[in-house]
Every structure is written in C-alpha cells, then in structure tokens.
C-alpha cells in the first residue's frame, strides 16, 4: 500500500498540519504517513486533543491505522468509506473540542447524510477557537456556503478543569458554495449596531466581566455598543471576553481568555489591541477565522477574501492543502498590512 507522506515538522509544526491531512486524507481518498508529528511544540506528538481528532477521523470513514496512541509522532491514516450518523467523542481533558470538531466537520458537511456530533472537553481555553468563535463566525460562513448546523451546548469547559459538553447537527451539502469575503471590516465598525461586547464569567466575580467591557469601550470608543456579562456554571472558573464585529457577509470574533494573574483590565486592552489592528488594515476577516476558512475554499474550489499579515499557522495551512488536493491559494501583499487570498 502506498503512503503520502507529510512532515508533521514543515512551517509552525503544530496539530494543524495533523488535522488538515486528516481532513483531506479522508476527502480524497488519499493514504498518508504522518511523520514527525507536532515537532515545533515543546511536548511534540500526540495529545489527548489530537489523539481524539484522529479517532474521530477513523471513526466516520472506518479507517485502517498504524501507531495511534499517546505521544506518537507518526502514524499512517487509510481512510474507508464516510458514513454519516450519530457520533460522540471525549477527549478527557481541557483540550479543544472545536479543533476535533474542524477535523470531520467538513467530512461531513459534504456527506451523503446528516449527522449529530457530542463532544466532550474544553471549549474555551486560550490557546484555539472557541466554541463561541465556532457558533459567531465560523458555523454562518459555513451555512452561506451551502451547510446548514445547529449547536446544542449542555456545559462549556474552560481550562484547566474542561468539563464542556456540547452537540452539533450538520445537514450537509453536495458542494460548497465559494466565497468571497473582500469589504473592510473598519465600515462596519463604524456603526455600533455592528458592535458588541460580550463577557463570559464562570465561578468568578461578575464585575471582571464589566471591567473588561468598560476597558475596551473606553479603548475603542464603542461606548453606544451592546454589551453583556454572561454568568454560566462550568466545573472550574473561567473568563472569556469576546468583542464582535458583524459585516453584511460575516461575524469578526476577538476573543481573550482571562488567565490567573492578569488583570480584567489587560484582558480588555488586549481584545480592543485585536479589534485595533483589524480594523486599521481595513481588513474583511480577522487572523483566525483566516486560517478556518482555507480548507473551506479549496474544497469549494474557489474564494477569495483579505485579511490581516498570515501567521506562520496560515501558511502552513495553505502548504498541507497543495501537497494534498494539488491547490495552490495565492496569497498577494495589498498594503502593509493587510493581504489578499485567493483560489482560482
């Protein structure tokens, strides 16, 4: 049997070369070897997080595997047949249930049936998109693409005590429609209807929540926008502060987890330092739903939007999607900061 081999290694060297590979290994029908996985991280290999995208990946196309378990660095993946239905996955721990939602979410977002997934983990810990940039930017660009999903959450989990348990329906297309995502963020930024700021407040004192809001209104002057402190009950504390803005395509989602030791006032500033800085590269999407939205477009086959300067995760992205679906997305330089991407 013959393996494509991909180098876990190449670009920023983190789960994201795993998952995308995952994801097209099982679109294409392509056999891979993943060799040196997650090299760029001080811990390399696989996590309980990753772990879990690989078994779920097995698990909705009956894959053949090799070397699956704990802290491996490589493993062959031979995907089977999808096959859609009701699935259910824990990771065990605080790690990100999004990110093994992503890896099969567009599997099955182009099956031949609907599915229902529960998930069991993290669903906001700092260090990847949160189930709240999943339901407020990622899951309505996948609806104007063609793909129609609804979130049911049970319990969100924040680290380190995780606990999230959370629920998604998909009825999936037969392709996906591209898109085209190209008006600056700033003109809509400009209308507080557009604007709101959110604060998630777990086993904590509410007013963190309303000093993080105060901070970044102040900093942006968005005193006239909606905002809310959010009280929810998780196994352990949390915080997660989320600033918005809606365009007349999609949601910009700038979110900052608040960490022991670091002030609600800093966790405010740095949110409105993200909304800052989008907003001046008169951008259309922000830096993480970037890197979401690759995959979408190639898989559509077309697509463009700008966007903020690529981080190291986007470009790997771009480099795992040629060497598996032979697509080059272009990236174009615009300004000084801002760039435009591109598939044909």
């Known amino acids: ?38 090299a760029g991280r001080k811990k390399s290999g696989l996590l309980r997080q990753h772990l879990t995208s690989v078994l779920a990946a097995q698990e909705i196309c009956g ?20 096959k859609s239905g009701n699935f259910h996955f ?7 249930t999004v990110l093994v939602c992503q890896t099969i979410l567009p599997v099955l977002a182009l099956a031949k049936e609907s599915s229902t997934v529960t998930f069991e983990g993290g669903t906001h810990n700092g260090m990847s998109p949160s189930l709240s940039f999943l339901q407020q930017s990622f899951l309505p660009v996948l609806k104007s693409m063609g793909v129609n999903c609804k979130v049911n959450t049970s319990s969100l989990g924040f680290y380190p005590a995780g606990g999230g ?11 996906l429609e591209p898109i085209h995502f190209n008006d600056a963020g700033c003109d ?18 509410a007013s963190i929540g309303q000093r993080e809001i105060t901070t970044a209104k102040k900093i942006l002057d968005w005193h006239d926008a909606s905002s809310q402190v ?8 949390g915080n997660s502060f989320q600033l918005c803005i809606d365009s007349n395509t999609h949601s910009s989602v700038f979110e900052v987890v608040g960490e022991l030791g670091v002030s609600a006032e800093r966790v405010g500033k740095r949110a409105a330092g993200q909304v800052n800085k989008f907003i001046h590269a008169k951008a259309a999407v922000e830096e993480h739903l970037a890197d979401q939205l690759l995959l979408l477009v190639a898989l559509a086959g077309s697509g463009s939007f700008t966007t903020t300067k690529p981080s190291m995760h986007t470009t790997t992205n771009i480099d795992v999607i040629k060497q598996l679906l032979g697509k080059e997305i272009l990236m174009k330089q615009l300004t000084d900061t801002l760039w435009s991407v591109s598939l044909e």
């Open 1 to 38: 049997m013959k393996y494509m081999i991909i180098d876990g290694s190449q670009g920023e060297g983190g789960g994201q070369v795993l998952r995308t590979a995952l994801t097209l290994s099982i679109i294409t029908q392509q056999n891979i070897e993943l060799i040196n996985i997650r």
């Open 63 to 82: 894959a053949t595997t090799e070397g699956v378990e704990l802290g491996t660095t490589r493993i062959r993946f031979s995907p089977g047949k999808v």
């Open 90 to 96: 824990a990771i065990g721990t605080a790690g990100s």
């Open 165 to 175: 348990k959370w629920q998604i329906s998909i009825e999936p297309t037969k392709a």
């Open 188 to 205: 809509f930024a400009n209308d507080m209807d557009n604007c709101s700021l959110n604060a998630l407040v777990s086993l904590l004192p």
């Open 230 to 237: 959010q009280e929810v009950v998780t196994p352990g504390p």
